[in-house]
């Protein structure tokens, strides 16, 4: 059972090598959040008063940009999900993340991390310091 989650902002994109398909660009907005203020989190309006914040502080000029974002709670065992912990032996001590959340540095949309010893025991790489 996860003791943590985090909240996460996504924009869509259109893939421009592969026309129809799209894929998201996840910025962590709180890391390792504690599950007591999950209810908070979980609520439209929280979620509305985030996405209205990174939104209006995450200007965006690629062309393939679809104008679509959202918030999304991820918990902590997706969130540090290894290429190990999805393949096992096959990849066998391979501890990077299976999944970029923005796990491995304080990007643009960072407020707060909750626990940031927890970080740096998940993700070896983690740079501990503002991106932009």
């Keep these: 059972m996860s003791n943590t989650f985090n ?3 996504l924009r ?3 893939d421009p090598e592969h026309q129809g398909d799209f894929f998201y ?5 709180y890391r390792n ?5 999950k209810k908070k989190f979980s609520t439209q309006s ?3 008063k985030i996405l209205k914040w990174t939104d209006w502080n995450y200007k965006e000029n690629a062309e393939n940009f679809q104008n679509s974002t959202r ?5 902590e065992k997706q969130y540090y999900q290894t290429y190990e912990d999805v393949f096992g032996e096959t990849a066998a001590e391979d501890k990077n993340m299976f999944h970029d959340y923005g796990q491995q540095y304080h990007r643009q949309s960072l407020r707060k991390d909750f626990n940031e010893k927890l970080t740096r025991s998940k993700v070896p790489s983690y740079a501990g310091e503002r991106c932009h």
Excluded: F, G, Q, R
């Excluded at 660009?25 to 907005?29: D, G, L, M, R, S």
């Excluded at 959040?33 to 203020?37: A, G, I, L």
């Design 46 to 48: 929280m979620k509305m």
């Design 25 to 29: 660009a996840y910025e962590t907005v």
């Design 7 to 9: 909240v996460c902002y």
């Design 33 to 37: 959040v504690p599950m007591k203020y």
């Design 12 to 14: 869509e994109y259109m």
């Design 71 to 75: 918030i999304e709670l991820i918990d």
